[in-house]
């Protein structure tokens, strides 16, 4: 498990849970106002369900390990089965469970993304025998992944970030200057809507040396988010980075999702 923030306690982790949500809340109100990933704006955002549903998309065979797709800001879970992410994964021979979650930006907006997540997908999840359970995040379903693995790193063996939103360019320039991620101090105190450099701060501490849980990263490299992506490829093994000629889009994702499943760094030798 990830070593607590400097200073915090194993009782503090409810508070940051929650703190967090609440900046997730401020990520999905700016994500409904803007076409930051080119996508069209619907007019209301779906409302969120309790329970969050989920589906299982694949079933593992001899496996005790197990991914979660998060979707992306305008999608739904059955994006991953458009997309054709259980036939993708079949033909890489990866023994992994798929399990879509209706992850959609409703949850981030009411701010109860992370306890949904966790109640009624997570831990039924564990509680049916998956050992090892990997966050997969497709745009905002990456920084949901994130935020997750942030309040119950316990509970994940990976993450997969699929082109996820990084914040804005004051943000990157700021760590470009300092050299590198691990080097890099944001300006205290931070503003309650600066969710960019929180997300930031976590992806510091997942991807600091001493973090067991391996990241991955997918991108088009064409995607007008790419600048970010780039920037956190340079945190990361060689092996842990793949790029696609493609743009913002799921027909990029899924042709990312194969590269991912043939290198083994998802339930396989890799880790």
Not at 194 to 220: C, E, M
Request: net charge negative; hydrophobic share 40%.
């Amino acid at each position: 498990m990830p070593p607590l923030e400097p200073g915090s306690t194993r009782s503090e982790r409810p508070r940051r849970a929650v703190a967090a949500a609440k900046h997730l809340g401020i990520l999905a109100s700016f994500l409904l106002t803007t076409t930051t990933t080119g996508c069209a704006l619907p007019r209301v955002a779906p409302q969120a369900r309790i329970p969050m549903p989920s589906e299982m998309l694949r079933e593992a065979d001899d496996s005790d390990c197990l991914a979660v797709l998060l979707p992306g800001r305008w999608d739904r879970m059955a994006a991953f089965r458009n997309a054709r992410f259980p036939e993708r994964s079949e033909a890489a021979g990866v023994d992994l469970g798929l399990v879509a979650a209706d992850a959609h930006i409703g949850y981030y907006r009411d701010e109860i993304i992370v306890p949904r997540l966790h109640q009624d997908v997570i831990a039924p999840l564990r509680a049916r025998g998956a050992e090892r359970i990997w966050l997969v995040g497709a745009s905002l379903g990456a920084v949901g992944s994130l935020v997750y693995w942030k309040s119950h790193p316990e509970e994940i063996a990976g993450l997969v970030l699929i082109a996820p939103y990084l914040g804005e360019e004051d943000v990157l320039d700021e760590i470009r200057r300092a050299g590198s991620l691990q080097e890099w101090r944001p300006p205290r105190p931070l503003a309650s809507d600066d969710f960019g450099r929180r997300i930031w701060l976590t992806l510091q501490q997942v991807t600091a040396p001493h973090s067991p849980t391996p990241v991955l990263l997918a991108y088009g490299t064409r995607d007008d988010l790419a600048p970010g992506h780039r920037l956190l490829a340079r945190e990361l093994p060689e092996s842990r980075v793949f790029t696609h000629p493609g743009s913002h889009d799921w027909k990029t994702w899924a042709e990312l999702w194969s590269e991912v499943l043939a290198s083994e760094e998802v339930c396989g030798n890799g880790r």
